[in-house]
């Protein structure tokens, strides 16, 4: 497969680092950082850096209570598998109560009035069981948002289907990874052989010359298999690994998290990685990734990371309802796929107006609304915990993120 195509980030590559078995920061109170919290990388010199320079203001200048930078959008819940873990709890056939293709063309519209161009996902479910996926895809092309998909890897993930993606105007495909070896992952999806069909769909999208990106799902059962993971996505040339940590929403409630002191120690193992990995790091569900990147480096993990599919990354953390947004196969507007909340509903509202003036989507960009440990934090600008996780935990969505093991200063 063929190097990473597209990432503009260092090229080197080295052995994956051993996850610590303790980390110095698992409880510890940060030191001093070299730079303050949101600072982007260093640029390089010339035009490439005056080039970068410029799109990061742009970036910089997002206003996350104005616009989302990503919008996740479940057009089905039709799925073939019923992976362990599955936030939508996805079932093999169409639910009648999805937004139909008129309606779906209407919400593009709609999504295109934020005005700043954000990353729409088309989810699911697998995207690939609705038959107007790519004519989906190519209306909000057409309408400036830049479009994604993360189909699951069945017979249907086909190269011909992922010419039709490309054509549509999809800039970036992921597939869901969940351990370096065939027989974890394929005990998650339930389904022996869905490794190797995830190889080939990746082959398949590779071949069509989309960049790749792979998702992980982190809990119990596969945290020892993370290491496994690095040199496969190397192999296979992703441009970007976002490591999901688990919420116990939907079927995932059946699955066990990985401790707080784990979240910390692979959290820091992830940091190590994305010094030298050929592939940017992101990290979701675990936002105080930032305050880890803060603290050992004075840099907000990933910010402004760019890519030649022009899918890169925001300067400021994006959380549950800040700076993300969900639409369900409904219509239901949430501020996540894992806090399941709605805030209203497209059909009968303007997904733009919710975003902006909903009372939960505005409490979720408040830190001084937040509770408890993490309401005390002095990184709850740039982390605030995970809302959705919260959410699953205690029933509120601004308590603290029982994930987290930092002790607040304040
Ligand atoms: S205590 Fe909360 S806000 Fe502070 S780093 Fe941990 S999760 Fe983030």
């Known amino acids: 497969m063929s190097a990473q195509p597209g990432v503009e980030a260092d090229e080197a590559r080295r052995p994956a680092v051993a996850i610590p078995a303790d980390s110095a920061t698992a409880t510890g109170r940060p030191g001093p950082a070299t730079q303050p919290p949101g600072t982007p990388d260093r640029l390089p010199d010339g035009p490439a850096g005056a080039a970068r320079a410029e799109r990061n203001s742009w970036l910089a200048a997002l206003d996350f209570d104005r616009s989302p930078f990503t919008i996740a959008w479940e057009i089905t819940r039709a799925c073939a598998y019923a992976c362990l873990h599955c936030r939508a709890d996805a079932q093999p056939k169409r639910d009648p109560r999805e937004l139909d293709t008129d309606e779906a063309h209407r919400l593009i519209d709609q999504l295109a009035g934020f005005g700043t161009q954000p990353i729409l996902v088309l989810t699911g479910g697998d995207p690939l069981m609705r038959r107007d996926v790519f004519e989906l895809a190519r209306h909000a092309d057409e309408r400036g948002l830049r479009v994604s998909l993360t189909p699951t890897a069945t017979a249907l993930a086909t190269r011909e289907r992922m010419r039709q993606a490309r054509e549509s105007?999809?800039?970036?495909?992921?597939?869901?990874?969940?351990?370096?070896?065939?027989?974890?992952?394929?005990?998650?999806?339930?389904?022996?052989?869905?490794?190797?069909?995830?190889?080939?769909?990746?082959?398949?999208?590779?071949?069509?010359?989309?960049?790749?990106?792979?998702?992980?799902t982190v809990c119990a059962l596969n945290v020892h298999t993370l290491e496994r993971m690095v040199p496969v996505l190397e192999e296979w040339g992703v441009v970007q690994w976002s490591v999901f940590f688990l919420v116990p929403t939907g079927r995932g409630e059946q699955l066990k998290m990985i401790s707080a002191e784990e979240h910390e120690r692979v959290l820091t193992w992830l940091h190590d990685l994305s010094r030298d990995?050929?592939?940017?790091?992101?990290?979701?569900?675990?936002?105080?990734?930032?305050?880890?990147?803060?603290?050992?480096?004075?840099?907000?993990?990933?910010?402004?990371?760019?890519?030649?599919d022009g899918l890169n990354r925001p300067m400021r953390g994006v959380n549950d309802g800040r700076g993300f947004m969900f639409i369900s196969h409904r219509g239901e507007v949430m501020p996540s796929g894992f806090?399941?909340?709605?805030?209203?509903?497209?059909?009968?509202?303007?997904?733009?107006?919710?975003?902006?003036?909903?009372?939960?989507?505005?409490?979720?960009?408040?830190?001084?609304?937040?509770?408890?440990?993490?309401?005390?934090?002095?990184?709850?600008?740039?982390?605030?915990?995970?809302?959705?996780?919260?959410?699953?935990?205690?029933?509120?969505?601004?308590?603290?993120?029982?994930?987290?093991?930092?002790?607040?200063?304040g």
Not at 182 to 204: I, L
Not at 378 to 395: K, L, V
Request: glycine residues 10%; contains cysteine.
């Open 169 to 216: 105007g999809i800039r970036r495909v992921a597939f869901s990874i969940d351990a370096g070896d065939a027989e974890v992952h394929d005990r998650f999806r339930g389904f022996r052989g869905s490794f190797e069909r995830t190889r080939q769909g990746m082959r398949n999208a590779a071949d069509e010359g989309l960049p790749l990106q792979v998702n992980t």
């Open 277 to 308: 990995a050929p592939f940017d790091i992101k990290a979701t569900a675990a936002p105080q990734y930032r305050r880890i990147a803060a603290h050992r480096s004075g840099s907000n993990a990933g910010a402004g990371y760019r890519f030649a």
């Open 339 to 409: 806090l399941p909340i709605s805030a209203g509903d497209v059909r009968t509202g303007d997904p733009v107006d919710i975003y902006r003036n909903s009372p939960l989507f505005r409490s979720l960009r408040d830190p001084e609304a937040l509770t408890g440990k993490c309401g005390r934090c002095e990184f709850r600008e740039i982390c605030g915990g995970s809302r959705a996780r919260a959410w699953a935990i205690t029933g509120d969505v601004l308590a603290s993120d029982p994930s987290c093991p930092y002790q607040p200063a």
